[in-house]
């Protein structure tokens, strides 16, 4: 199995590039501002993709929620100018409700071993006292 250390690490390397990533395309989106409008090239582009566009939509919300290297604002915004109001809506709400019971899965499982993982020890131990305090603020 993978040291936490060296988990944590491959994360932040994920992050970075997550962050690279994002900063790129923020870049490119300014320089071509009708990429994203109703009608646009990114809509008829998920046009193309038929049935799997709003497939590949969730999974990208169950991800950047799970480990989330991109913007939940960004995506969330991105589903609603691809598929509109109503159901922009209803794959943003149930990619990122299914990428919710993801993590908690995957915390409830791995436990500390997970959490340690995306987290330096300091910040586990700062947040891991307040509910070891239990001062009613969380319920488990």
Not at 15 to 32: M, N, P
């Amino acid at each position: 199995m993978v040291e936490a250390g060296t988990q944590r690490k491959n994360i932040q390397i994920l992050t970075g590039i997550g962050f690279i990533i994002s900063i790129g395309l923020l870049i490119f989106f300014k320089q071509h501002p009708t990429y994203f409008q109703v009608g646009g090239i990114f809509q008829s582009y998920l046009g193309q993709l038929g049935f799997f566009a709003p497939l590949i939509f969730m999974l990208l919300q169950v991800i950047q929620v799970v480990y989330p290297i991109i913007p939940g604002g960004m995506t969330s915004v991105i589903g609603y100018i691809a598929f509109g109001p109503i159901w922009g809506f209803i794959y943003n709400f149930t990619g990122i409700f299914a990428g919710s019971l993801l993590a908690f899965g995957l915390a409830r499982c791995y436990g500390e071993t997970f959490a340690k993982a995306f987290v330096s020890q300091e910040t586990y131990d700062k947040y891991v006292g307040y509910l070891d305090r239990n001062d009613g603020k969380f319920y488990a």
